[in-house]
């Protein structure tokens, strides 16, 4: 079925027709007409052609890449005149484009919407048949388009602000198959690049993006088992004929290549691109400048007017187990997993001690924890498939097909209903006895202290964020802070899994240092990196426990020796109650700083937020700190706006 749509992304470069068998009259006709309904300015031609205004200069460019993708020489910077081409090209009855498609097949969304516009007259225009489009659409057999939102994967720098696509729903709604359906993803291609290349290439564009199709159980296979993230679908209202539009439009964009972009052309941007050329009267490309951060996409989609049907939850295979380990007696879930790991056979006597429902979540458990260990590892062994089809057939055998345990619960807050990425605050407090008020910002995108609902739990990403304050007696502005970048990732321990925190930050720090014979202290400026991993584990409901062993590398012109650096370590406690209007965090740490200028920091401390509203919160802190032989004391409170 998708052997026309070439995957999308092996489509060859078309063959140009040495010149169109046109009819002189009657495309003079339709560009004359064209011109008067000023078609060229048309939101919908534009977003057909991703049309964009210039960011620097005068006037539009398209984000599309791909030179054969545009009929006139100048059509990625000329609306008007790719229309006229697109309009000229049609009447080449004998010309092949791309798979050997004429020109109304192989740019079918142009040739709907301009036919719709112009009421194309058939004897003069001839339709030319369209046999691999056809085959292709009446495959995916669409009634619907579902926005997909895998939630966050810290694993991947481009994915840790989560990912959007579409699932081109098949079949009437209640009677759908979900899974046999297709996804239309938008993705980069970056070959075998990591670390620092992958991250460098991806801010500035080096990768090509491309848009893709995939049957959306491999779509659910790869998010939802491989990288355990939970899945939102939310079903859109789109009426058939936008649906029609969408995907010609997505036929006609097979083969073609976009800049890939992390921060602003990515996959959530090119997403929002396809819906506004189903839907131009909704414009959500132009609500964002600057970055893309997925999650603000959905709040855009979701604040579409009437655009979003409902709302649903797929929870992933981690999701699954995590709660499974809590609705599990500890002796159930230690026979579950020992079956899992082939400690104790699927058939043991202990099993026999346990009801039918029992048995059916314990087996239930054990396969699926053996499953995702197999996925997480790759290929099973000859011993490991064995295993698993002794645990299936001993759950085949037990009378009762009910699913054992209740499903994970949905998350009282989604995505679109969690705090927005961006943040602003003002405050006041003193440091070392200095009164000060202070101004924060932050672009993108969620700490550990803001409200977790609708986001990813133990995930923090601060970017770009900055604190300046105005020490009033002395008059005096500084910058306390900036954050290029901080990442940290808490996940506790539990019955299933025992994953690894971690954290990284690096920015400008200000710094209490010596000045002078008196004990004299003053802030100056470091660039702090550190970094480290750790422990973390829930000992009770709601709360969570973590130990870091880490270090910390300053460095700048302040120190005397230019650098310090050293070990150290952290513990903390994060407490909050389920509805999380209010959070506390109470936390010690140490770093010994052994290489360059040598001190010991300390510092303890509490912290704390209450929510006001979704949007508005009051944060307060309070610590005491030691470095240099020397104490102080820093506290403030700050009212926080979260947009």
């Given at each position: 079925?998708?052997?026309?749509?070439?995957?999308?992304?092996?489509?060859?470069?078309?063959?140009?027709?040495?010149?169109?068998?046109?009819?002189?009259?009657?495309?003079?006709?339709?560009?004359?007409?064209?011109?008067?309904?000023?078609?060229?300015?048309?939101?919908?031609?534009?977003?057909?052609?991703?049309?964009?205004?210039?960011?620097?200069?005068?006037?539009?460019?398209?984000?599309?890449?791909?030179?054969?993708?545009?009929?006139?020489?100048?059509?990625?910077?000329?609306?008007?005149?790719?229309?006229?081409?697109?309009?000229?090209?049609?009447?080449?009855?004998?010309?092949?484009?791309?798979?050997?498609?004429?020109?109304?097949?192989?740019?079918?969304?142009?040739?709907?919407?301009?036919?719709?516009?112009?009421?194309?007259?058939?004897?003069?225009?001839?339709?030319?048949?369209?046999?691999?489009?056809?085959?292709?659409?009446?495959?995916?057999?669409?009634?619907?388009?579902?926005?997909?939102?895998?939630?966050?994967?810290?694993?991947?720098?481009?994915?840790?602000?989560?990912?959007?696509?579409?699932?081109?729903?098949?079949?009437?709604?209640?009677?759908?198959?979900?899974?046999?359906?297709?996804?239309?993803?938008?993705?980069?291609?970056?070959?075998?690049?990591?670390?620092?290349?992958?991250?460098?290439?991806?801010?500035?564009?080096?990768?090509?993006?491309?848009?893709?199709?995939?049957?959306?159980?491999?779509?659910?296979?790869?998010?939802?088992?491989?990288?355990?993230?939970?899945?939102?679908?939310?079903?859109?209202?789109?009426?058939?004929?936008?649906?029609?539009?969408?995907?010609?439009?997505?036929?006609?964009?097979?083969?073609?290549?976009?800049?890939?972009?992390?921060?602003?052309?990515?996959?959530?941007?090119?997403?929002?691109?396809?819906?506004?050329?189903?839907?131009?009267?909704?414009?959500?490309?132009?609500?964002?400048?600057?970055?893309?951060?997925?999650?603000?996409?959905?709040?855009?989609?979701?604040?579409?007017?009437?655009?979003?049907?409902?709302?649903?939850?797929?929870?992933?295979?981690?999701?699954?187990?995590?709660?499974?380990?809590?609705?599990?007696?500890?002796?159930?879930?230690?026979?579950?997993?020992?079956?899992?790991?082939?400690?104790?056979?699927?058939?043991?006597?202990?099993?026999?001690?346990?009801?039918?429902?029992?048995?059916?979540?314990?087996?239930?458990?054990?396969?699926?924890?053996?499953?995702?260990?197999?996925?997480?590892?790759?290929e099973a062994t000859p011993e490991e498939r064995r295993r698993a089809r002794?645990?299936?057939?001993?759950r085949s055998g037990v009378p009762y097909e009910g699913p054992g345990l209740?499903?994970?619960?949905?998350?009282?807050?989604?995505?679109?209903?969690?705090?927005?990425?961006?943040?602003?605050?003002?405050?006041?407090?003193?440091?070392?006895?200095?009164?000060?008020?202070?101004?924060?910002?932050?672009?993108?995108?969620?700490?550990?202290?803001?409200?977790?609902?609708?986001?990813?739990?133990?995930?923090?990403?601060?970017?770009?964020?900055?604190?300046?304050?105005?020490?009033?007696?002395?008059?005096?502005?500084?910058?306390?802070?900036?954050?290029?970048?901080?990442?940290?990732?808490?996940?506790?321990?539990?019955?299933?899994?025992?994953?690894?925190?971690?954290?990284?930050?690096?920015?400008?720090?200000?710094?209490?240092?010596?000045?002078?014979?008196?004990?004299?202290?003053?802030?100056?400026?470091?660039?702090?990196?550190?970094?480290?991993?750790?422990?973390?584990?829930?000992?009770?409901?709601?709360?969570?426990?973590?130990?870091?062993?880490?270090?910390?590398?300053?460095l700048g012109p302040a120190l005397e020796q230019d650098h310090a650096i050293?070990?150290?370590?952290?513990?903390?406690?994060?407490?909050?109650?389920?509805?999380?209007?209010?959070?506390?965090?109470?936390?010690?740490?140490?770093?010994?700083?052994?290489?360059?200028?040598?001190?010991?920091?300390?510092?303890?401390?509490?912290?704390?937020?209450?929510?006001?509203?979704?949007?508005?919160?009051?944060?307060?802190?309070?610590?005491?700190?030691?470095?240099?032989?020397?104490?102080?004391?820093?506290?403030?409170?700050?009212?926080?706006?979260?947009?």
């Amino acid at each position: 079925m998708f052997a026309g749509f070439a995957v999308l992304v092996v489509a060859r470069a078309p063959a140009r027709a040495d010149g169109p068998a046109t009819e002189p009259s009657y495309l003079a006709e339709l560009i004359g007409r064209a011109d008067a309904l000023q078609l060229a300015d048309d939101p919908q031609w534009r977003a057909l052609l991703h049309y964009e205004v210039r960011r620097f200069g005068f006037g539009v460019a398209s984000t599309v890449d791909t030179e054969w993708f545009f009929q006139a020489r100048d059509g990625k910077t000329n609306p008007r005149a790719e229309l006229h081409g697109t309009l000229e090209r049609f009447f080449a009855i004998d010309a092949l484009l791309r798979d050997g498609e004429p020109p109304q097949c192989a740019m079918r969304g142009r040739y709907l919407w301009l036919d719709a516009r112009l009421q194309f007259d058939p004897q003069r225009l001839r339709p030319q048949v369209c046999a691999l489009y056809d085959e292709w659409r009446s495959g995916l057999d669409a009634s619907g388009v579902t926005l997909i939102f895998p939630e966050a994967y810290m694993n991947n720098p481009s994915s840790m602000f989560g990912h959007t696509l579409l699932r081109i729903d098949a079949g009437p709604p209640g009677r759908r198959q979900d899974l046999l359906a297709y996804g239309v993803n938008f993705s980069a291609d970056t070959g075998d690049d990591g670390g620092v290349t992958f991250a460098w290439k991806g801010i500035l564009g080096y990768y090509p993006g491309r848009f893709a199709i995939h049957p959306y159980y491999d779509i659910v296979k790869q998010y939802g088992d491989w990288e355990s993230r939970d899945i939102w679908e939310y079903e859109l209202t789109l009426e058939p004929a936008d649906i029609d539009l969408l995907l010609a439009h997505l036929w006609e964009l097979r083969g073609v290549q976009f800049d890939y972009y992390f921060f602003d052309e990515n996959c959530s941007y090119q997403i929002l691109a396809l819906l506004d050329a189903a839907r131009p009267d909704l414009q959500l490309r132009k609500q964002f400048r600057g970055w893309v951060i997925p999650a603000d996409t959905v709040r855009a989609v979701v604040a579409g007017p009437g655009l979003v049907r409902a709302a649903s939850f797929r929870a992933s295979a981690a999701t699954q187990l995590r709660h499974a380990a809590q609705e599990l007696p500890a002796a159930q879930r230690r026979l579950a997993r020992d079956i899992a790991r082939g400690l104790v056979p699927p058939d043991d006597p202990q099993l026999a001690a346990l009801d039918d429902r029992e048995r059916a979540a314990v087996l239930g458990t054990a396969y699926d924890l053996f499953r995702y260990e197999y996925l997480s590892h790759g290929e099973a062994t000859p011993e490991e498939r064995r295993r698993a089809r002794s645990i299936l057939l001993a759950r085949s055998g037990v009378p009762y097909e009910g699913p054992g345990l209740p499903p994970p619960p949905t998350p009282a807050v989604r995505p679109d209903e969690g705090h927005r990425s961006a943040r602003g605050g003002l405050g006041t407090g003193v440091r070392d006895g200095r009164f000060y008020l202070e101004a924060r910002i932050r672009p993108a995108y969620h700490d550990l202290m803001d409200p977790t609902g609708g986001y990813t739990a133990g995930a923090q990403i601060d970017f770009l964020a900055l604190t300046a304050r105005w020490y009033t007696k002395e008059r005096d502005v500084r910058v306390h802070r900036f954050t290029l970048v901080e990442v940290t990732s808490v996940t506790p321990w539990d019955a299933f899994f025992h994953p690894i925190s971690w954290k990284v930050a690096t920015g400008l720090y200000s710094r209490l240092l010596p000045h002078g014979a008196c004990g004299e202290r003053r802030e100056r400026y470091v660039w702090r990196t550190d970094g480290g991993a750790g422990l973390a584990f829930a000992p009770w409901a709601h709360a969570l426990a973590y130990g870091f062993a880490d270090a910390t590398i300053d460095l700048g012109p302040a120190l005397e020796q230019d650098h310090a650096i050293g070990p150290g370590g952290q513990t903390g406690l994060f407490v909050g109650p389920a509805n999380d209007r209010w959070k506390t965090h109470l936390f010690t740490g140490v770093t010994r700083f052994a290489l360059g200028d040598r001190s010991t920091y300390t510092r303890a401390g509490l912290e704390g937020r209450l929510s006001l509203t979704p949007q508005q919160a009051i944060e307060a802190s309070i610590s005491g700190n030691r470095d240099f032989g020397q104490s102080w004391i820093e506290a403030g409170v700050s009212w926080n706006y979260y947009f």
